[in-house]
């Protein structure tokens, strides 16, 4: 009874907003619900149609599937607008469709913007397919397509969306503040190459909760230049765990600094956290950063510093890390490895790792303690420790 009483009282509420704000319901302006036609030119009406709005404005797009080219909703706009997505949105089954762009369905220079609900299909099968035949597909050399983009936003909610087989990244948020993402669902196949889940950069203020991510590259990747971030009740795996980095891959870059992942679940990935730098040259750093209460089951690589990454060995042979790497936590995190070596620290040799705490650690391996690897790190380890700590 109290789950109807919220249900309808969330409906109730639902319903005055709509009835208080302006609403545009893109197949007024011509989308049709056949998954076939091209609805984009319908949509960026309805979208134009709001953005120019003086009061709060609603966004509607009723159950159905719509095909979508490469879109972008640009601002600024006169109000806040909401987008409720009650359907699906469909890329085009042909990839190349797209074009080189880099974007699927992009906003740019919006501020008070909400998406609720909603699956998004980018149908990047057909992309994977031509990245592993090896031939030069479109997108492959130069942007790949990301699912959605938020570029240059402010103050805004991402909430109940879902994203499926996203040629590369399924959600990127670049140049913005304050950002809540909750209860998002994404997933893509455990070799599909380069789909992060969500991917954040140059940001601040950034928030990501109540999430499952299963894909074929980090659940949830972190930029440079990104600070205050928190991540809390993520579901990851299959995919590469949660990273910051790839940092240091120029010389001049910003830091990443108070970040925060707890209250997560890892399960089946090649990672859980992880912090990679590149094996050259930066002042770049990674900076206060807690892992805490975390489950891990059959992780690879469940605790890991990588300050050597160097994919090819393109640009960093015989060289060392600048990036510098400190006051980081790892705090009561337990469950099992799929490796014998559940902690690894592989820190610069010319900038050392400082400041590494450890605390509560219980990573078994085939039911046995699983082991720990150091270089070039200095902190302190308390609690109960297993592996035994290297640090």
């Excluded at 009650?86 to 880099?102: E, H, I, K, M, Q």
Aim: hydrophobic share 35%; glycine share 10%.
């Amino acid at each position: 009874m109290a789950n109807f009483v919220v249900s309808f009282v969330a409906l109730f509420l639902f319903y005055i907003f709509q009835q208080s704000n302006a609403s545009y319901n893109v197949i007024t302006f011509g989308a049709k619900p056949d998954g076939k036609t091209d609805s984009t030119q319908s949509f960026l009406k309805a979208w134009s149609a709001a953005c120019s709005s003086a009061s709060p404005s609603i966004v509607y797009v009723p159950q159905g599937s719509y095909l979508l080219k490469a879109i972008v909703f640009s601002g600024p706009c006169k109000n806040k607008i909401t987008v409720q997505i009650d359907g699906t949105l469909v890329a085009p089954t042909d990839y190349r469709a797209l074009g080189n762009s880099g974007y699927w369905i992009l906003f740019i220079k919006v501020n008070r913007v909400s998406v609720f609900g909603g699956t998004l299909d980018a149908r990047g099968a057909g992309f994977w397919a031509c990245r592993k035949s090896g031939v030069n597909c479109p997108g492959h050399v130069h942007l790949l397509i990301q699912s959605i983009t938020f570029n240059w936003a402010n103050d805004i909610l991402i909430s109940g969306l879902t994203s499926i087989n996203s040629q590369s990244m399924h959600l990127v948020i670049n140049s913005c503040n304050n950002v809540l993402v909750r209860n998002v669902r994404v997933t893509a196949p455990a070799l599909s190459p380069n789909t992060d889940g969500i991917h954040v950069q140059i940001s601040t203020g950034v928030t990501i909760t109540g999430s499952t991510i299963q894909t074929g590259d980090d659940c949830i990747s972190i930029g440079p230049s990104t600070k205050n971030m928190l991540m809390s009740s993520i579901k990851c795996g299959p995919g590469h765990g949660i990273s910051i980095g790839s940092l240091g891959n120029t010389v001049n870059e910003g830091g990443v600094e108070n970040i925060t992942l707890t209250n997560s679940i890892f399960r089946g990935s090649d990672n859980g956290v992880r912090i990679k730098s590149w094996a050259r040259p930066s002042n770049g750093f990674a900076r206060n950063v807690v892992f805490q209460n975390l489950i891990m089951n059959n992780v690879k690589n469940p605790i890991i510093i990588d300050q050597n990454y160097c994919p090819s060995n393109q640009g960093c042979p015989h060289q060392s890390s600048g990036v510098k790497i400190s006051q980081v936590t790892f705090r009561n995190i337990q469950g099992t490895s799929a490796t014998p070596e559940a902690v690894t620290f592989n820190c610069s040799p010319s900038n050392p790792c400082s400041g590494i705490i450890l605390q509560d650690i219980k990573l078994t391996y085939m039911n046995k303690a699983a082991t720990s690897s150091c270089k070039n790190i200095g902190g302190t380890s308390s609690g109960v420790l297993m592996p035994a700590s290297c640090v």
